[in-house]
């Protein structure tokens, strides 16, 4: 599998046919919104398998956040789109890495979040991360809840929800296929605490997340990856 970073502007008529052909796979919303949104973004992180095909990819954006406790550097991912045939790979995960580690002080203050529609993008964060939020496991977490205050409260100042940190949408853009749950899927901790989080996932409502991009937490994941090869 192949990363390329490219921005929004130079991609061309028929990168962003194939990019919208993938993109309406997984979601239900025109094209001249999905455009419209595009737009909002700084540049793609765009996935290729072994024949140079386009799989998937990731919109990326710089912000800023700041709270009481200090101010951060806020890389937001929207758009993320992968065909099922290539989940798994952690093209996520090596796409935040590489963020991180291009960024010039790649751990001063720097998170990376979104606004999730279904679990997929909380489970990247709670399976191979030590800090994230929310987490099942952490009840004390102010810094983190300012955080997602400052971040809902400036980007979604009319829909966001300071008591749950869910945002809400006016109509579901995930398909179906791709909110739908089984007994299995819910015996996971993290799966099971997004839902309950969230509720309103199957209405389209987002739930905010993020990660601190620290030295634990990469070290954390370097250390997993490792581990799990170890074991194979």
């Not at 971040?151 to 179906?176: I, N």
């Not at 296929?177 to 799966?191: A, G, H, P, S, W």
């Amino acid at each position: 599998m192949l990363i390329k970073y490219r921005t929004i502007s130079s991609l061309t008529p028929k990168e962003q046919e194939t990019i919208w052909n993938i993109y309406r796979t997984s979601y239900n919303i025109e094209q001249d919104i999905f455009l419209d949104k595009q737009k909002r973004l700084d540049i793609y992180a765009m996935y290729y398998n072994n024949q140079k095909e386009l799989v998937g990819f990731t919109g990326i954006r710089k912000n800023s956040c700041t709270t009481s406790f200090r101010k951060y550097t806020a890389i937001y991912l929207g758009q993320t789109i992968i065909l099922p045939k290539y989940r798994g790979k952690k093209l996520i995960q090596k796409t935040v890495m590489r963020i991180m580690l291009k960024l010039k002080n790649p751990f001063h203050q720097i998170l990376i979040w979104n606004d999730s529609l279904s679990y997929r993008p909380y489970l990247v964060m709670a399976k191979g991360l030590k800090d994230f939020y929310p987490n099942p496991n952490k009840t004390e977490q102010k810094e983190f809840e300012a955080i997602r205050d400052e971040l809902g409260m400036k980007y979604y100042p009319e829909s966001y929800d300071k008591q749950t940190g869910v945002v809400t949408k006016a109509h579901r853009v995930l398909l179906a296929d791709e909110i739908t749950l089984t007994e299995k899927d819910l015996q996971n901790e993290y799966i099971d605490f997004f839902v309950k989080k969230n509720p309103g996932y199957v209405e389209g409502n987002g739930l905010i997340t993020f990660s601190p991009a620290t030295f634990g937490n990469l070290f954390y994941y370097l250390v997993g990856r490792k581990f799990k090869k170890a074991r194979k």
